[in-house]
């Protein structure tokens, strides 16, 4: 099967890109760089032993999408490309509303005209707002809180209006939790522009002395230890959810949304332990105000995907760590040439 992956030099879609020849099947990137490097398809290349047709093109052009769609003969889609600091979205709102919303549009049109219509969406957790229950379950009421989390809680519903007009189409909308984590080859990761805004590539760039000290948005909230619970999961398993969901697309039509996290929660103060035991490295931190829009805690109900996808996270917190920090020692730089440090 030839997949069309959009935004697949990015974090989740070079993992994905991995996993998918890894399986063996075909893959067509598009992507504009915006937020990554072509050196991440390269290193996927490396990695899989496989070479596969890049385009490099911007979703909000329609041209260069159909030009895509005319030279292969694509069957399925999986949509990663978009813009995704939620704070940099507040600021910026209307290229967030573009980017992310017109780009699905015009890639939907394309689609439709070339009668391809399996697509896997990358949704997020963050369309949830603040949880009324925890686990949080996909019938949750969706109260995105920001200009960036309304893009993808809108998506949802265009692509829901999508396959009421043609029931020829078939849409998973993968609701992420917090990936981390990276290949355990080292050779692909997180590469954030300037300082990050997650906390696990803050934790590494502490850790490696690019930054000197971590910020914990608070300790007061009401959970085990007063700081922040998410859910982590590790970015290959995440990967692995979007060969399920495309097995699911391309056997049966209709729109579902799928939550992709482990169903554990862990709190900001657990991660920097877990970190500092798998990297052996002293993490130096300070209780700072709680960030504004942040949520005590949010945990997935992961029970659809496995009932549903047959998928499963596996991997644990230790091994996200250790792969995280593999990455970010290897390359300090990210993908920027030469950053590779050979040991
Ligand atoms: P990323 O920024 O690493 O990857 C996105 C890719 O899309 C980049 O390679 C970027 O260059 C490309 N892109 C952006 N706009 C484009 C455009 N107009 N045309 C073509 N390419 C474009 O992000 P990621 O972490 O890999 O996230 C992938 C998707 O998952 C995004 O849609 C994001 O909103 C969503 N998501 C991410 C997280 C997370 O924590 N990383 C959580 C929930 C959802
Ligand atoms: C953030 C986004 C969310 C997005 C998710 C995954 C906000 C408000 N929310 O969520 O929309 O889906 O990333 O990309 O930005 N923390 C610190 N110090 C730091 C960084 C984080 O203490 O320097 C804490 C946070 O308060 C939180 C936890 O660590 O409790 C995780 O933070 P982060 O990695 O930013 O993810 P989310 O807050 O879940």
Not at 75 to 86: R, S
Not at 178 to 207: C, D, K, R
Not at 243 to 270: D, F, I, Q, R
Request: aromatic residues 8%; glycine residues 8%.
């Amino acid at each position: 099967m030839v997949v069309l992956i959009t935004g697949g030099a990015g974090y989740i879609g070079s993992h994905t890109c991995v996993e998918l020849l890894q399986a063996g099947y075909e893959i067509i990137v598009l992507d504009n760089y915006r937020n990554s490097h072509p050196e991440s398809l390269k290193r996927v290349e490396q990695i899989t032993g496989r070479g596969f047709k890049v385009y490099r093109g911007d979703l909000l052009d329609e041209k260069s999408i159909e030009k895509v769609f005319i030279e292969n003969n694509i069957e399925a889609v999986i949509h990663f490309a978009g813009l995704k600091a939620v704070g940099e979205s507040v600021q910026i709102p209307l290229m967030y509303y573009e980017c992310n919303i017109n780009g699905t549009i015009k890639l939907c049109n394309v689609m439709k005209k070339y009668n391809v219509k399996n697509l896997v969406f990358s949704s997020s957790a963050t369309v949830y707002g603040v949880p009324e229950r925890i686990p949080i379950s996909e019938d949750a009421a969706l109260e995105a809180q920001s200009p960036y989390g309304r893009t993808k809680q809108m998506i949802e519903e265009i692509l829901r209006d999508l396959y009421v007009s043609d029931q020829e189409w078939s849409i998973a909308l993968l609701r992420y939790f917090n990936p981390i984590g990276a290949h355990e080859s080292g050779l692909i990761g997180e590469a954030p522009n300037g300082i990050p805004n997650n906390l696990m590539p803050y934790i590494t760039q502490v850790a490696i002395g690019k930054l000197k000290v971590l910020n914990i948005f608070g300790n007061k909230y009401p959970t085990k230890d007063g700081t922040g619970v998410r859910d982590y999961i590790h970015v290959v398993d995440l990967a692995k959810g979007h060969l399920k969901a495309l097995e699911k697309v391309s056997s049966a039509t209709g729109v579902e949304a799928y939550n992709l996290g482990t169903g554990k929660g862990y709190s900001v103060l657990e991660i920097v332990e877990a970190f500092e035991k798998a990297a052996n490295i002293k993490i130096p931190y300070r209780i700072v105000e709680p960030r504004k829009g942040d949520i005590a805690i949010c945990y997935a109900d992961p029970s659809k995907a496995r009932r549903e996808l047959g998928w499963t996270a596996e991997k644990e917190i230790e091994e996200m760590c250790m792969d995280s920090w593999r990455w970010q020692s290897r390359n300090p730089n990210g993908y920027v040439e030469d950053s590779i440090v050979l040991q």
